[in-house]
T-cell receptor
């Protein structure tokens, strides 16, 4: 079983749509969880950390279910500029130290 | 501005040649990392360093070497032993308080 698994997509949605991405991880001892965004041929950039209580940043909401080892990202009111690949990332260490384990990413394409 | 600088942006290597990718950071981060990304794939860890003069192998270290003589610098050498080096290489650094920062990457192609 891969350490971090994501549906590769692509998810093709119209502007204004709500879209949800899911991710599962295999190591129950994982400590930290993140969503990164990667534009074509660019470096990944941190979108948001994911906390056990769930957290929201504007149109983006992240949820973590430790029991099911499952992470989600919800994007509301999709914009054309949201088109990118979204990487689910897990660390087996707390905080921001230690190695990151990346999923292969889910590609989102938002159409006019 | 603080950040990570990777150079060159594009690099072409002949068969059997060693090449070195540069990674410099002025963020005063202790930890630095090298990842490799192939098309349609996630990032895979090559080497990492938590402190100067110390580094550890990641998941795919074979055919690569690194050094960490200065806190600011973590160069990666792709040796001739790496049989499939064509990929996008990303350097990152991290700090407990401010998280991970990635460089803009180097695209290496074997010609």
């Amino acid at each position: 079983r891969k350490e971090v698994e994501q549906d590769p997509g692509p998810f093709n949605v119209p502007e204004g749509a709500t879209v949800a991405f899911n991710c599962t991880y295999s190591n129950s001892a994982s400590q930290s969880f993140f969503w990164y965004r990667q534009d074509c041929r660019k470096e990944p950039k941190l979108l948001m950390s994911v906390y056990s209580s769930g957290n929201e940043d504007g149109r983006f909401t992240a949820q973590l279910n430790r029991a099911s080892q499952y992470i989600s990202l919800l994007i509301r009111d999709s914009k054309l500029s949201d088109s990118a690949t979204y990487l689910c990332v897990v660390s087996n260490y707390g905080g921001s130290q230690g190695n990151l384990i990346f999923g292969k990413g889910t590609k989102l394409s938002v159409k006019p | 501005d603080g950040g990570i600088t990777q150079s060159p942006k594009y690099l072409f290597r002949k068969e059997g040649q060693n090449v070195t990718l540069s990674c410099e950071q002025n963020l005063n981060h202790d930890a630095m990392y090298w990842y490799r990304q192939d098309p349609g794939q996630g990032l895979r860890l090559i080497y990492y360093s938590q402190i100067v003069n110390d580094f550890q192998k990641g998941d795919i270290a074979e055919g690569y070497s690194v050094s960490r003589e200065k806190k600011e610098s973590f160069p990666l050498t792709v040796t001739s032993a790496q049989k499939n080096p064509t990929a996008f290489y990303l350097c990152a650094s991290s700090d407990r308080d401010y998280g991970y920062t990635f460089g803009s990457g180097t695209r290496l192609t074997v010609v």
